[in-house]
């Protein structure tokens, strides 16, 4: 038998059709609400108009602080789940930057290898958290700001042909892992794999209007949760983290979301009944195997219909299937 006949070779995948880029798929300018984000019971929110017209400014602010500098533009952002880490992200993109997610809580020794690690000459961050940024690092700290969203959508936007055109197999983000074995790695994913991933999704997975970002920023199911959400022009919804820990089925109430991704641990321990948040029609699971308190609870039987998706892939894999 030779290496031929011992080699098995998957055929080459099929490429959707839509737009390349990650940030070309989210829905354009409108009044549509893109976003609504909880905090302490007050209820902030931002149209797809005034999301384009805030990450479009930041993202002229990211290249000013660029300046000449050519080559690989990753660039990390140190932002709570917040209005202002969405708009963060989609900036970076369109100033063809890759962005790269820190955890604010992370010890400073960690924060400064993944700086120093991606070469960073730029990172967002809030005023609350530019502090930890490292001092010792070379890089322009450029504020995260979400701006007034009343004002917003009267912001003139700078003209799209200044910012730039990554190429599709460019980077659009970088995660890193955990380090539990070691150090940490960063993982690049390309626009094109992200686009086309997001892509196969839609067309396989049901409709929906509202979707909860739940994931922290650091994992990769928050780049689904996000830009799939965008891409279909439907409504983010965020809150901030302590809410969502602390009363998961009252935000998802009050918010009347009706998908969201959760691990099945969090599904079990935080929601727990289908009925405890009546608007929910779509609960897709990602992180763990899933177990058969919650098969029972949100899956289907002869009486009520199946809410339950269960996903599955690696961060290497972008995102997941």
């Known amino acids: 038998m030779d290496l ?44 797809y108009r005034e999301i384009h017209n805030l990450s479009d400014v930041l993202a002229g602010r990211l290249l000013l602080a660029r300046g000449d500098v050519a080559g690989r533009f990753v660039v990390p952002v140190l932002v709570r789940q917040s209005p202002e880490l969405y708009i963060a992200l989609l900036a970076v993109l369109k100033a063809g930057g890759a962005f790269c997610p820190l955890n604010p809580d992370d010890p400073p020794d960690r924060i400064g290898f993944i700086v120093k690690d991606v070469a960073a000459s730029v990172v967002v961050a809030t005023e609350e958290l530019a502090h930890r940024v490292p001092h010792h690092a070379r890089v322009q700290v ?77 994992f990769d199911i928050s780049v689904f949760e996000i830009f799939f959400t965008w891409h279909r022009g439907c409504t983010l919804v965020s809150a901030d983290r302590d809410e969502l820990l602390d009363d998961l089925p009252s935000v998802l109430r009050f918010m009347r979301v009706d998908a969201c991704e ?60």
């Open 262 to 321: 959760l691990t099945p641990t969090v599904a079990a321990s935080l929601l727990r009944a289908r009925d405890r948040a009546p608007d929910l029609k779509l609960l897709l699971t990602i992180g763990e195997m899933l177990n058969e308190s919650v098969v029972r609870e949100f899956g289907g039987d002869d009486i009520k219909e199946s809410l339950l998706w269960a996903m599955y892939g690696p961060t290497e894999a972008t995102i997941h299937w």
């Open 4 to 47: 031929e006949q011992l080699s098995i070779l998957n055929p080459r995948p099929e490429r959707l059709p839509g737009p390349d880029l990650l940030h070309h798929l989210v829905a354009p300018a409108s009044d549509l609400v893109a976003l609504q984000h909880l905090h302490k019971r007050h209820v902030t929110s931002f149209s």
């Open 142 to 218: 450029v504020r995260a700001t979400a701006g007034d969203a009343a004002a917003a959508g009267s912001i003139e936007p700078p003209c799209h042909r200044r910012l730039p055109m990554p190429e599709p197999r460019g980077l659009a983000y970088v995660m890193y892992t955990s380090g539990s074995t070691g150090v940490p790695k960063g993982v690049g994913i390309s626009h094109l794999a992200a686009s086309q991933a997001l892509l196969a999704h839609d067309a396989r997975l049901p409709s929906f209007s509202r979707f909860l970002q739940f994931a922290a920023p650091t």
